[in-house]
């Protein structure tokens, strides 16, 4: 079905009002990130893990807001975009990026976003989470036809509660993983961002406890850092290893990411070690559980992508 028919069925269920602010949202706007098009269910996180930038963002460390739009609205947006295609084999999209979507003042606005996008879009949607998904919620999500492609974050065991001191514990990280599983979807560890001297040295504990739970699979990144990521974390681990893969100091409020890619390798083979299929691009382990290739393949594919290594060659590019 086209934007403009999508869009036309929308219009039947949302008010007039809703149809206004959203035709005028980021969401209608903007273009995809290298991860697919983001969609923010609210803003601020109060998690408040010491390596998290959305501060510097301009979004905060305490209560978080659900987003303006509901789930039907953000959808709606989306077909206004002029960039964003529909569909399994359309754009990519991702949840998480500057919030917890399912922290308990969001996870309504996140499941109204899945409900509609699986009546009215069906692309490929990634989330990320650090949250506690219980069994009815994971079988809720499971039963639709949207594919779901749930990344649940570890990046560390030892250092969970220095490193993410407000977020929720290690079992409860396991026990989404586990439910998410059971219910029929398959979970990843979102193993990222990689903290040298920490992630890579835990890395096949992390796996084989995702593994052992239910995850298939792996996503990995390295760590990007500004200046007040560094102070925070300096004040609870040694930054050295940190700061010899950085190219300079950031300036202020800039974001660098570390020279990582021995750290990737590293962690790489540790978690395949552990039984699971690593991705190095969460955008390709969202299409590689869509089993399809995106828009973004087809249209302007990256040298590095290696969806058709893993899917075979599409018949049509
Ligand atoms: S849970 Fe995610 S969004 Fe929230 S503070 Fe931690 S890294 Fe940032
Ligand atoms: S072409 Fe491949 S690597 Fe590039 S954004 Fe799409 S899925 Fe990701």
């Given at each position: 079905m086209s934007n403009e028919a999508l869009r036309a069925k929308l219009e039947e269920i949302l008010a007039p009002k809703e149809i206004f602010r959203a035709r005028r949202d980021h969401h209608a706007r903007r273009?995809?990130?290298?991860?697919?098009f983001t969609i923010h269910v609210g803003y601020?996180?109060?998690?408040?893990?010491?390596?998290?930038?959305?501060?510097?963002?301009?979004?905060?460390?305490?209560?978080p807001e659900p987003y303006p739009l509901s789930g039907y609205g953000i959808a709606y947006a989306l077909l206004n975009n002029r960039?964003f295609?529909p569909?399994?084999?359309?754009?990519?999209i991702?949840i998480?990026?500057v919030s917890?979507p399912?922290?308990?003042l969001l996870v309504k606005r996140t499941v109204e976003f899945l409900e509609a996008a699986d009546r009215f879009l069906?692309n490929?949607t990634?989330?990320?989470?650090?949250?506690?998904?219980?069994?009815?919620?994971?079988?809720?999500?499971?039963?639709?036809?949207l594919?779901?492609?749930?990344?649940?974050?570890?990046?560390?065991?030892?250092?969970?509660?220095?490193?993410?001191?407000?977020?929720?514990?290690?079992?409860?990280?396991?026990?989404?993983?586990?439910?998410?599983?059971?219910?029929?979807?398959?979970?990843?560890?979102?193993?990222?961002?990689?903290?040298?001297?920490?992630?890579?040295?835990?890395?096949?504990?992390?796996?084989?406890?995702?593994?052992?739970?239910?995850?298939?699979?792996?996503?990995?990144?390295?760590?990007?850092?500004?200046?007040?990521?560094?102070?925070?974390?300096?004040?609870?681990?040694?930054?050295?290893?940190?700061?010899?893969?950085?190219?300079?100091?950031?300036?202020?409020?800039?974001?660098?990411?570390?020279?990582?890619?021995?750290?990737?390798?590293?962690?790489?083979?540790?978690?395949?070690?552990?039984?699971?299929?690593?991705?190095?691009?969460?955008?390709?382990?969202?299409?590689?559980?869509?089993?399809?290739?995106?828009?973004?393949?087809?249209?302007?594919?990256?040298?590095?992508?290696?969806?058709?290594?893993?899917?075979?060659?599409?018949?049509?590019?």
């Amino acid at each position: 079905m086209s934007n403009e028919a999508l869009r036309a069925k929308l219009e039947e269920i949302l008010a007039p009002k809703e149809i206004f602010r959203a035709r005028r949202d980021h969401h209608a706007r903007r273009r995809p990130r290298p991860c697919g098009f983001t969609i923010h269910v609210g803003y601020g996180c109060p998690h408040a893990c010491l390596y998290c930038y959305i501060d510097e963002m301009g979004f905060s460390f305490s209560r978080p807001e659900p987003y303006p739009l509901s789930g039907y609205g953000i959808a709606y947006a989306l077909l206004n975009n002029r960039h964003f295609i529909p569909g399994r084999d359309g754009s990519l999209i991702a949840i998480g990026s500057v919030s917890e979507p399912f922290h308990p003042l969001l996870v309504k606005r996140t499941v109204e976003f899945l409900e509609a996008a699986d009546r009215f879009l069906r692309n490929p949607t990634q989330f990320s989470t650090k949250q506690f998904i219980d069994e009815g919620l994971a079988g809720r999500m499971a039963s639709l036809k949207l594919p779901i492609n749930p990344l649940i974050t570890i990046v560390t065991v030892e250092k969970l509660g220095v490193l993410e001191p407000r977020a929720p514990p290690l079992e409860v990280r396991l026990k989404t993983i586990e439910n998410l599983s059971n219910a029929g979807l398959k979970p990843m560890v979102f193993v990222r961002p990689i903290i040298p001297g920490v992630t890579d040295v835990e890395a096949r504990v992390i796996g084989e406890l995702a593994a052992s739970h239910g995850a298939v699979g792996a996503v990995i990144g390295t760590l990007r850092v500004t200046r007040r990521i560094i102070e925070r974390l300096s004040k609870v681990m040694d930054v050295g290893p940190i700061l010899r893969r950085l190219k300079r100091t950031p300036r202020p409020g800039e974001q660098l990411a570390i020279r990582g890619a021995d750290l990737k390798t590293r962690v790489r083979e540790e978690l395949e070690q552990a039984g699971l299929k690593v991705f190095d691009q969460a955008c390709v382990a969202n299409a590689y559980n869509a089993q399809t290739y995106p828009a973004c393949y087809r249209m302007n594919r990256c040298r590095n992508c290696i969806l058709d290594k893993l899917l075979g060659k599409p018949t049509e590019t």
